[in-house]
Every structure is written in C-alpha cells, then in structure tokens.
C-alpha cells in the first residue's frame, strides 16, 4: 500500500500521475489538499482511494496518444460532485454513482467540490468486454445496480484489507466481477468462477438479509443458477446459504442492539428480516448464547 499527499498544484500532479496515468492538473482550489491510497494487485491493476479539495484534471491529446499499456479506470464516486467528459460525453457524477474511462482517449477531470472516490484500474486487455464496447461506455454514469454495488463492497473491502499477500486470487475476482457489471448493462448473465461467485452471494445476502424474503430460492434467482449450484458454492464453507441468512440478520441485530438502546426488540427483529420476535430471539440465542435482551445488557454502553 502507498499513500501520497499534495498541498498544490504541482503536488496533485506529481501524486494523480505517478498513481494512474499522466495527466495535467490545471486548476486546484485555495487551500487545496489531496490523499492517495494505492493497493497494487498486479503489475498493471491497482485499487485506489481518491479524496481531495476541488480541482481540474486532464489527460492529454498527446498523453493518451502514447499510452503503452491502454487500461480502463472504473470509479465509484462516494462524495461531492465530479464531471467526466470523454468521447464526447459528459457525466455529471452524485455518491452512489460510477462510471470509468479509458486512458488511450483524452479525457477531462472536473471537482467543483471536495470529493471522495475509489478508483480500480485495470489493462483494456484483461477485461471481456471488447474495446469497442469500453470506448461506448466511457463517461456514462451507472447507477447503483446490484452488480455494481457489489463490485464497490468488495474493492472498498480489499482496500481496507490491503491483503498484499493474496492480491493475485483478490485481482481476478475483483476483474470478473467489473466484466459482470458491465455485461449487466445489456442484461447479459456473464458466468464466473465458483470463486468470483461465492463473493458475490455472500455480499448480496449481506446486503439483503433485512428482507424477510430472502431465502436460498431467492438467492439462486436473483444469480440465474440452480439451488444446487448454489449450495455447490458453499459446499467447502461448512456453512449452508440458510446458516449465512441467519448470521447476517444475527449480526445486524447486534449492532441496532447496542446502538439503538432504547428502540423495541420486536422492531430491530422487524428490520433485520425475522418473521417474528420469538423466531428471533430463539435464532439469536442459538448464534450468540445469549437473548436479545441479555445481549443488549451485558454490551458496552454506545453513545
């Protein structure tokens, strides 16, 4: 993991080059400051965090004319305001949103705002989707899709990781994923990896275990497999889809517990999707030892 700081102009220009591609920084906002975080995965991929005061960057006729390794910068915008212009297109980006670019086309960079973003960068040539395609995409805002959160939760999760050690195996999932969202665009199903796959259910039963509903059915539906295929993936977890059900909704129950003191059990039981309060606590005491109530109390006071 590298981190690189900037207090000027020539600063931010020095840290986005060395951290992307070259590119020129012509304006920066009084008082300006910029922070890189940068997780190398492969010689030519990368993961980064972007936050930094207002500014205008841009990539060159002439720089991207001579890019030697052509690599897409798919980026998740988390706050303030961005515009990217490319092709032709401008896209106006709100957090939640994404979008990516291409570094053999010239492109512009512009913060009227303080801003925070994550930033994946990986090699044209790594990705499924042809260069064609990339080039259609450049600068088109998505917005916050299934697919797509899921590709930000697990780039945000191996940054904050910063696993160096299993970068290899985390960079062919965090591609297979991207190439998974893109295809998404089309409404086209891209198989992955028992791997790539695996992630991808876990985070999503993460992101949906408050919904009563969620259940192994509903799981294989939502990933176009069979239920067989599905518990095939967790076949070497020793953890069926239905146990990580309950341990999401477990999980989410600990943390309203001990910060929401004074809210009813039966309503976090509610929210974190059982059908009822004594499924709950029957389902909670299984997991933890302990009933909701004697969890709450024996828990460090939050504030």
Same mark, same amino acid.
Request: glycine residues 2%; hydrophobic residues 30%.
């Given at each position: 993991m590298t981190h690189l700081q900037a207090?000027?102009?020539d600063e931010w220009e020095y840290a986005v080059s060395q951290s992307f591609v070259p590119l020129r920084v012509s304006r920066v906002s009084s008082g300006f400051t910029g922070a890189i975080s940068r997780l190398r995965l492969t010689p030519h991929s990368a993961i980064s965090r972007v936050k930094s005061a207002g500014s205008v960057l841009e990539r060159t006729p002439s720089a991207a004319l001579?890019? /030697?390794t052509p690599s897409v910068l798919f980026v998740a915008h988390l706050g303030g305001q961005a +515009?990217?212009?490319?092709?032709?297109?401008?896209?106006?980006?709100k957090p939640g949103q994404s979008v990516l670019y291409v570094t053999h086309r010239p492109y512009e960079l512009a913060f009227p705002t303080a801003i925070d973003e994550l930033v994946y960068q990986v090699p044209v040539s790594g990705l499924s989707t042809s260069p064609r395609r990339l080039d259609a995409l450049a600068s088109r805002s998505f917005e916050p899709t299934t697919p797509f959160r899921l590709l930000r939760t697990f780039l945000t999760g191996l940054l904050e990781a910063h696993d160096d050690d299993n970068a290899g195996g985390l960079a062919r999932i965090a591609l297979e994923l991207l190439d998974v969202a893109l295809a998404s665009l089309d409404g086209v199903h891209r198989t992955t990896s028992p791997e790539t796959a695996l992630v991808s259910v876990k985070q999503f039963i993460r992101e949906?275990?408050?919904d009563a509903a969620l259940d192994p059915a509903a799981i294989a539906a939502a990933f176009h497999i069979s239920l067989r295929h599905l518990y095939n993936l967790f076949a /070497?977890?020793?953890?069926?889809?239905a146990d990580m059900? +309950?341990?999401? +909704?477990?999980? +989410?129950?600990?943390r309203l517990l001990v910060t929401e003191l004074h809210r009813p059990i039966a309503s976090i039981a509610h929210e974190c999707g059982f059908s009822d309060p004594t499924t709950f606590t029957r389902t909670f005491k299984a997991k933890t030892g302990l009933g909701p109530g004697a969890y709450r109390r024996k828990a460090p006071v939050h504030s």
């Open positions: 207090l000027s102009a001579s890019a /030697e +515009r990217v212009t490319q092709n032709s297109s401008v896209s106006e980006q949906h275990a408050n /070497e977890t020793g953890q069926s889809p059900i +309950r341990e999401a +909704r477990v999980d +989410r129950a600990k």
